[in-house]
């Protein structure tokens, strides 16, 4: 596919979206790209198999759901940078080593977005003296699950959010490989 133009149609302060005029096999036509910054998940994990989800309020869906920690990596940040800002923002919590459990893109037809998935090993007290700061990226609340419970939940449909879901198979495919906290 040959990119032959390229405008802007609407831009804010978390995405642009850009109408391209391709050309694959003749055919001309318009392809609609939102650029979005890369972002984080992070999956803060005790040695008991668990975690902490956050009950986020989303506009887009109307809906509230719960999520795993994460957020954009600003300018000039690493993807552990942002790991480590993002964990600290919405749940106070401090990363210590973070383990990196893979990347995907969550939609490469429409963006080029690229999403690191890291764990950050914590304890079973830290996890449960977690306090989300009041009026923090539309985090309502937060719940300290098993991960056994975690999966029941995605699969009742209580988990929706899609980077939630792709991150917690990379947590597993993590477990299955050996993988392990420094506790």
Same mark, same amino acid.
């Given at each position: 596919?040959?990119?032959?133009?390229?405008?802007?149609?609407?831009?804010?302060? &978390?995405?642009?979206?850009?109408?391209?005029?391709?050309?694959?096999?003749?055919?001309?036509?318009?392809?609609?790209?939102?650029?979005?910054?890369?972002?984080?998940?992070?999956?803060?994990?005790?040695?008991?198999?668990?975690?902490?989800?956050?009950?986020?309020?989303?506009?887009?869906?109307?809906?509230? $759901? &719960?999520?795993?920690?994460?957020?954009?990596?600003?300018?000039?940040?690493?993807?552990?940078?942002?790991?480590?800002?993002?964990?600290?923002?919405?749940?106070?919590?401090? !990363?210590?080593?973070?383990?990196?459990?893979?990347?995907?893109?969550?939609?490469?037809?429409?963006?080029?977005?690229?999403?690191?998935?890291?764990?950050?090993?914590?304890?079973?007290?830290?996890?449960?003296?977690? !306090?989300?700061?009041?009026?923090?990226?539309?985090?309502?609340?937060?719940?300290?699950?098993?991960?056994?419970?975690?999966?029941?939940?995605?699969?009742? $449909?209580?988990?929706?959010?899609?980077?939630?879901? !792709?991150?917690?198979?990379?947590?597993?495919? &993590?477990?299955?490989?050996?993988?392990?906290?420094? &506790?």
């Amino acid at each position: 596919m040959d990119k032959l133009a390229s405008r802007v149609v609407y831009e804010n302060p &978390w995405l642009r979206v850009v109408e391209d005029a391709v050309e694959q096999d003749g055919v001309r036509r318009p392809y609609a790209v939102v650029d979005r910054p890369d972002s984080v998940v992070v999956v803060p994990w005790t040695e008991r198999r668990e975690l902490i989800l956050l009950l986020q309020d989303r506009h887009a869906s109307g809906e509230q $759901g &719960w999520e795993l920690p994460g957020g954009a990596v600003g300018p000039g940040e690493t993807p552990s940078d942002a790991a480590r800002r993002e964990l600290a923002e919405e749940t106070g919590l401090a !990363a210590g080593d973070l383990v990196q459990l893979g990347e995907f893109r969550p939609l490469p037809a429409l963006t080029a977005q690229r999403v690191t998935v890291f764990a950050s090993p914590q304890t079973t007290r830290s996890l449960a003296g977690v !306090a989300v700061p009041p009026g923090v990226d539309d985090i309502v609340g937060s719940r300290v699950v098993g991960l056994d419970e975690c999966l029941l939940m995605v699969t009742r $449909g209580e988990i929706t959010d899609g980077l939630t879901i !792709a991150s917690l198979l990379l947590l597993l495919t &993590w477990l299955d490989s050996g993988g392990e906290g420094p &506790w």
